[in-house]
């Protein structure tokens, strides 16, 4: 069974690890649009405040480590940006090089992750305001004030 996977943070890190852990024969791929998989998005907070101060702190997992691991392919910087499930295929792009190409599955796991609501409140387009869920958009460009 081939199952593919479009997400690799909290949610599609942690199910292909207990997919492994259900089926060791499972041949199991996950496609993660950003540079990162399975990093620890709760410590974000501490790293946009500088208590974490290197991003790589917050990397619980690399793609090498899931493989070494668990047998589990990690794609970072790959976009599923088209779903097939008649011929259950999806259709990939490598965001580096841009490639495309279709990758077949028996199972297909949606866990692309979410985007934070801004509301509609004076200053919420403050450089001061965060509302990401990914490391590499959250750091200001400059220190924040203390105060």
Request: aromatic content about 8%.
């Amino acid at each position: 069974m081939k199952v593919v996977i479009v997400g690799g943070v909290a949610g599609g890190a942690s199910a292909a690890a207990r997919l492994r852990r259900l089926d060791e024969q499972a041949q199991i791929v996950i496609f993660e649009r950003t540079g990162f998989v399975s990093y620890a998005n709760c410590g974000l907070p501490y790293y946009i405040g500088g208590v974490i101060e290197e991003e790589s702190a917050l990397t619980l997992q690399s793609p090498k480590g899931f493989w070494d691991r668990f047998r589990i392919a990690v794609k970072t910087s790959h976009e599923v940006f088209a779903i097939h499930p008649d011929s259950h295929t999806v259709e990939v792009r490598n965001m580096l090089t841009g490639e495309e190409f279709v990758e077949t599955y028996d199972k297909l796991i949606l866990s692309p992750g979410a985007k934070p609501i801004r509301p509609a409140l004076p200053g919420i387009d403050s450089d001061k305001i965060f509302g990401s869920v990914r490391p590499e958009l959250t750091r200001p460009a400059a220190p924040l004030p203390s105060s």
